[in-house]
């Protein structure tokens, strides 16, 4: 059983930064392709970020672009969010998630092991 533990939320002004990190229970992160959500009170959870096997590969929500970068380090069975420039409306809490499958040609993926969340909150 995979188990991810997120960890770096907290509360930070307008144009601030953050980093996030996501650690991995399991033996070999560098088998599973990495994601980052986020879910705003009263709205849908929605995708902010992925990275593939190898860390090649990334994708972006158009709201986090330029802004927030997604990384990972295999041998420390972790991965990272860096989130800079920080808006109000990225206030939510942060969950990072993990699955077998490769990554696809989109940032809408599935997953199957969640973590259990960090919040961020951006005060104006």
């Known amino acids: 059983q995979v188990q991810l533990v997120e960890s770096g939320g907290g509360s930070v002004q307008a144009g601030g930064s953050l980093r996030l990190s996501c650690v991995h229970s399991?033996?070999?992160?560098?088998?599973?392709?990495m994601g980052w959500f986020r879910q705003a009170p009263g709205k849908e959870r929605e995708s902010v970020a992925a990275?593939?096997?190898?860390?090649?590969?990334?994708y972006y929500a158009d709201s986090v672009k330029g802004r927030f970068t997604i990384s990972r380090d295999n041998a420390k069975k972790t991965v990272y969010l860096q989130m800079n420039s920080l808006k109000p409306e990225d206030t939510a809490v942060y969950y990072c998630?993990?699955?077998?499958?490769?990554?696809?040609?989109?940032?809408?993926?599935?997953?199957?092991?969640w973590g259990q969340g960090t919040q961020v909150t951006v005060s104006s």
């Open positions: 998630a993990a699955d077998l499958r490769d990554l696809g040609s989109s940032l809408d993926q599935a997953y199957d092991y």
């Open positions: 399991g033996r070999t992160l560098s088998r599973y392709k």
């Open positions: 990275i593939s096997r190898s860390g090649i590969r990334t």
